[in-house]
């Protein structure tokens, strides 16, 4: 029975991995600068089926709680002792197990699945697969929570299915699964096809595992209150090790950001001055696009060589061409050029400016930002070393617009660029290198055929690529750009809707089951954000659960209103880090808004919904009986093709 267990565990694990591994038939590009795939529908601004999916996971969290016949976590305990008993045949002990357990955390989990089964644009046979998934998490986590009960009583160590080690392995098959339905339901891009061959740097890789040890180390000693006895029925053991990945990336940054600042090496500019080339893609920014070019301008004074402009009007409606060249004519210090042609999308302006460039290093700014003045001076400077290939500025709002989320974006700014990216700096983990500022080799950039078109975030893409062609990405604190925010809610959840779909596109095309490994930012990094989506999406479902509990169980208000102090402290956690940089920065205006740092980080999670809500679906396609092919006989093009 142990081994039909771990056997059927281990088949479920594979069946999850197996999709990741298979490539995209839905993109019909290139696998570089191409990507055709369906287009994501757009969320109306009423989004329905975000208030579907809320309304749905409250009924299901009531159900789960009151429904007696038969009793849903009693039925779970159920299956977890009979699977627990048939392993041992010892069930006093395994009672004593059980009579511990929590089905919470699994609920959550369940509740996401069939919930986004219900909510997503689709036809009844994909809802149907998709629910499936609960299932398939259910079942591996009563098989889990079952060999943990034995290796406990195997062992005598406290490793049963209420430790933190047991919740650590259930979101971890949360990530899988999920995984799996996001690989078999979506239509995605194909892996990449720029050759990798980036030379290893032993080094990265050793320190950041080091950092990964001492982080799960960090945890397991942290939540390790959990397996005392007073806390086994507790709701702590439910809700807090829900932020344990968002945990995990934090400290995992610590140790990363303090040998950094121990080491580091920031290059000076040197009296060598190399041409420069800055594109520039515009679409109806007539508002900024004046400023945007000052700032560029001013930044080539500072730094004193030869720098040239090239924007790329993107088939504006606006004043933004005629702005443009006049701004242009007025260069003091730069010179440049207005392009114009029909409108493409920003990847095929990006690639047109490219195209007309010829200067080795080129800094790529986005429309709606602004450029430090030190910008050029500090990011050319990096390029004297032959190993750097892409190089970021550290972003903050731009302060002639402010607004809550400008106040609120300052912080999480300054933990993402001042802490987080500057550790993975150390080790070449950064992911991406913003749009806002982008300072790059032309050369592998070509080679890797520019930015993609066709998919969400061509600037993660690129920083991606540079990674396999063997150039590390860096983030220097001294180069500074200023972003533009949005200014409403509807706003800012459809600009994070965007971005956390092209994390969605570019973990396909990079993911290790299909790319393969090109240093920490892959085996680690990339990975993690896989993982992420169980725990972001789970999260923000646990607030509803919890007001639930308090009011349907007086007897553990108490211990429900301990796990909101600790959910609203563990996701306040990168927003604690940044206090020390505000004050640093004079970010003075942003700390009195830290009270409502949650409803920023709520919507930001409501964004990752939608996100998956708006990708397109794949078809069912049943299969079709293959018939045997006489000896000699040419395959048929229309071969039958598996059930997804």
Known sequence: MLLATSGLLAALVVACLLPVRADSPDDRGDGRASVVIPRHVPTPSHRPRTWAFLAFTTFSGLVFLDWQRPSLPLAYDAAVRAVAVAITGDAASVNGYVARLNAATVFLGAAYFVGLSLVVRATIGRRLLMAWHAVMYVAMSILTQALMITAGLATGWLVGPFSIEATLANLLIGGLVVMRLTFTTFALPRATTVPRTRRWWIWDSIIACCALIVAIAAIVTTYAFLSERPNLSSQWQVFVPLYAVSLLFAIVCAPLWLL??????????????????????????????????????????????????????????????????????EFRHASGQVLSGPNGGQSAALNRALAVTDAEIVVRIDAD??????????????????????????????????????????????????????????????????????????????????FPVGMNGEDTDLTMQFGRLGYRAVIDPRIVCYEDVPRTPGEFVEQRTRWARAGIHVYARHVPARSGLAGPRVWYWTLRRGFAWFSLQVSMIAPIFMAELALTRPTVRQNVVTAAVVYLAAGAIPVLISLPFAVRHRFWRSLPWLPTWFLFAFLRRLATLEAVITLPVRPVRPVRPVRPRRRGAQPRPDRAQPVR
């Open 369 to 450: 930002c602004l450029m430090g003045p030190d910008a050029l001076s500090y990011a050319v400077a990096w390029f004297a070393d032959p190993a750097i290939g892409m190089v970021g500025a550290v972003e903050e709002p731009r302060s002639d617009r402010v607004t809550w989320f400008h106040r609120l974006r300052a912080l999480e700014t300054l933990y993402q660029f001042r802490f987080a990216r500057i550790g993975q700096s150390l080790v070449d983990g950064v992911v991406v290198i913003p749009g806002t500022f982008t300072a790059f080799r032309r050369a592998p950039a070509m080679l890797a055929g520019g």
């Open 260 to 329: 950094w600042w121990v080491t580091r090496r920031l290059p000076e500019p040197s009296g060598e001055r190399p041409p420069v080339d800055v594109i520039v893609p515009a679409y109806n920014e007539a508002e900024n696009i004046g400023q945007l070019l000052s700032s560029v301008d001013v930044a080539a004074q500072r730094y004193g060589g030869p720098v040239r402009v090239v924007v790329f009007d993107d088939g504006s409606v606006d004043r933004t061409r005629q702005i443009a060249t006049t701004s242009v004519g």
